[in-house]
């Protein structure tokens, strides 16, 4: 078993392919077209941020996770958009936002948070829903940490942020990250090597991996070596740093815990830890999904946001 993980690790950072760089508003355009959204762009703190919008009522921000974008809730918007006004960002470092790859820009989610936050001042959006997968799910928490008076209601899906998380990930990706292999995997990211990834370790056995979804990545995370080094640089800064275990408790905002089964990533021991720690907290699990929910189940994970948004106390 050890060998074939070790092949299949080996075979997911051994190609070399980059794909044809498009600019921004190509690129833009192309990923807007699909959903359908509005594409748009904001500056906050002089990073000029990408961002998804689409339908109308009250508003509700996307956040998505490590080296995703907004792109990524592709097959969740335009079914919240029936109800809410969504805004599905590209947080600095990632998709089509700016990749300043300077000393003084650091991508930790305490940051991503301000600038959340800040996005939110520039678009004056006072108070929203606001949702987050993965990282995006632990920036979220430290949104409403730090200004639950601009947090309607919290919904955290297949979070990090917990001191254990890196302790429990497949041990293939132990080793990467013990090894320091995140740099020249992702200087020679392939697009097959990359779905084998996405295959090992962020879908449920039974479920295809989307084309849609590694197209993304390949256009915004892997399009230029500009790209990848940032995608470097955010994975050193920001996956798996500045724990919140301490400081979820202290969460007050109603907040809705939803988690993919078979999650190997971030397992759902963990959502059933967010569950003791976070006061109120409604944990949903979601059957046959491992950790990219939005993809993977995106009717379930809006039925889950719905219901819960409907609830004036967020209980059952």
Known sequence: ????????????????????KLTKIETAKKISEKIPAKSAFVKVDNLELHYLEAGSGDPMILIHGWLCSGASWEKVIPILAEKFHVYAIDLPGHGLSDKPLTDDIR?????????VIGFMDRLSIEKAYIVGHSMGGEIVAKIALAAP??????????????????????????MARGLHLYSPAFRMAFR???????????????????????????????????????????????LFKSFIDDRAPAITTPTLLVWGKYDKVVPLSLGKRYH??????????????????????????????????????GQA
Not at 155 to 174: C, Q, S
Not at 212 to 228: N, P
């Open 276 to 313: 003791d720690l976070i006061p109120g907290s409604k944990l949903v699990v979601i059957d046959k999904s491992g950790h990219i929910v939005p993809f993977e189940k995106p009717q379930e994970l809006c039925k889950a946001i719905f219901l819960f948004c409907d609830n004036a106390q």
């Open 149 to 174: 008076q601009r947090v309607k209601k919290l919904v955290m899906v297949d979070a990090t942020g917990l001191e254990k998380n890196p302790k429990i990930i497949p041990f293939y990706l132990r």
């Open 107 to 115: 991508y930790s989610t305490d940051n991503q948070a301000k600038w």
């Open 192 to 238: 097959t090597g990359v779905k084998i990834f996405l295959r090992l370790s962020m879908y449920y056995s039974e479920n295809p991996v989307d084309e849609d979804f590694v197209e993304q990545l390949m256009l915004t995370t892997f399009a230029s070596q500009k790209d990848r080094k940032c995608a470097i640089k955010v994975t050193n800064e920001g």
């Open 1 to 20: 078993m050890n060998r074939i993980c070790a092949i299949c690790l080996v075979l997911v950072f051994a190609f070399w392919g980059c794909s044809a």
